[in-house]
């Protein structure tokens, strides 16, 4: 049982950075994989990066090389580092966690509320 909170998002304008953290609690273990996912009006939800227990990455290829996942596993949290935004990143952006290995697909256990991240032109 995991329950995932998710903060940071905004209105912020093309270009700029935002910081999204996602929070666990409950029976966390080191060894979960963690994700972050987004959803956008009328469009189904879709992958955005994700991070392993031993610390490895993968991205989407849209967010490739301006979005960051990384993890602190003492703080129980999730962090997505966006910078260089742009209009079509607006999403309801959600993290996501599941044992043990890292999945793009939305097969994942725990998820967050969302936190809504728009971005202006």
């Known amino acids: 049982q995991v329950q995932l909170v998710e903060s940071g998002g905004g209105l912020v304008q093309a270009g700029d950075s935002l910081r999204l953290s996602c929070a666990a609690s409950g029976r966390i273990f080191t060894t979960y994989a963690a994700a972050w996912f987004r959803q956008a009006p009328g469009k189904e939800r879709e992958f955005v990066a994700a991070i392993s227990w031993t610390g490895s990455e993968a991205y989407a290829d849209s967010v490739k090389g301006r979005l960051t996942i990384s993890r602190d596993n003492a703080k129980n949290t999730v962090y997505l580092q966006m910078n260089s935004l742009k209009p079509e990143d607006t999403a309801v952006y959600y993290c996501?966690?599941?044992?043990?290995?890292?999945?793009?697909?939305?097969?994942?256990?725990?998820w967050g509320q969302g936190t809504q991240v728009t971005v202006s032109s």
């Open positions: 996501a966690a599941r044992k043990y290995t890292v999945v793009f697909t939305t097969q994942y256990d725990y």
